[in-house]
């Protein structure tokens, strides 16, 4: 096995909790109150409140560092999140979870290590993928502190990553405001008649962050409340009896 190729400082070790009051929020503590204020558009912030109120804090994205995100960010494509938590276990057992550590390893044995998240060959390469940029870009420091565009161009250029996956691992690694649009996105969105639900990606990425109140919690807590509410409640058929927003129409 070759030797693990990382940037002085080992920079997928990285810990959020330099990034203060920025986010991304792993690991720290969270406001002592809810925001006063979610959007500057009244029914998102009022659906927004409502969650939040009935949810409480998400606490999410799930990590130990910056860089979990990234590769738990690449595993929940096309399958369930108790899957990429197997997985990870798995990657953590073989040594620290760094760009030089997954490098390292043969494609055929990060592929048996991720195999319980599915697409286990094709995840591999990703995982490989995604490490090369990040040490290229010059880890989690300028994924911080460079040009969100040009940032944001430049991961969607790596394969495998799409833009949930660049703005997941944007929004929850790098701490920078970039509105994630999932499917749960896409039918909270429409069910409340805020925004059509077959816009393009990028309409609807535009549209959250033209309304979304610019903080980095606003921005990672909005995404993770949409989650749990459409796995909950907002599903293909609805359980709106138990969800704490208020129904569409009422």
């Known amino acids: 096995m070759a030797e693990p190729r990382d940037l002085p400082g080992d920079p997928g070790l990285e810990s959020a909790s330099s990034n203060g009051a920025r986010g991304p929020f792993i690991g720290q503590a969270l406001p002592a109150r809810a925001p006063r204020r979610w959007a500057r558009d009244a029914g998102l912030d009022q659906l927004l409140r409502e969650l939040h109120a009935g949810f409480g804090y998400q606490t999410w994205w799930p990590a130990q560092t910056p860089f979990e995100v990234i590769v738990g960010a690449l595993l929940t494509q096309n399958t369930a999140w108790t899957n990429v938590e197997l997985a990870l276990a798995r990657l953590h057992a073989l040594g620290p979870l760094t760009p030089g550590r997954l490098l390292a390893l043969t494609t055929a044995d990060l592929a048996e290590a991720v195999r319980p998240s599915g697409y286990y060959n094709a995840k591999a390469r990703k995982l490989q993928c995604v490490s090369e940029w990040y040490l290229a870009a010059g880890g989690l420091e300028a994924l911080r502190e460079r040009p969100l565009g040009p940032l944001r161009t430049g991961l969607l250029e790596v394969w495998g990553v799409g833009p949930e996956t660049a703005d997941s691992i944007l929004c929850y690694a790098a701490g920078r405001r970039t509105a994630v649009v999932d499917t749960y996105t896409r039918r909270i969105l429409g069910r409340h008649g805020l925004a059509d639900p077959q816009a393009p990606y990028e309409q609807l990425r535009a549209w959250l962050e033209a309304r979304l109140v610019r903080s980095q919690f606003v921005y990672e807590e ?15 058929s609805v359980v709106c009896e138990s969800c704490p927003a208020s129904t569409p129409g009422d």
């Open 222 to 236: 909005f995404h993770a409340l949409f989650v749990r509410a459409g796995y909950r409640n907002c599903k293909p």
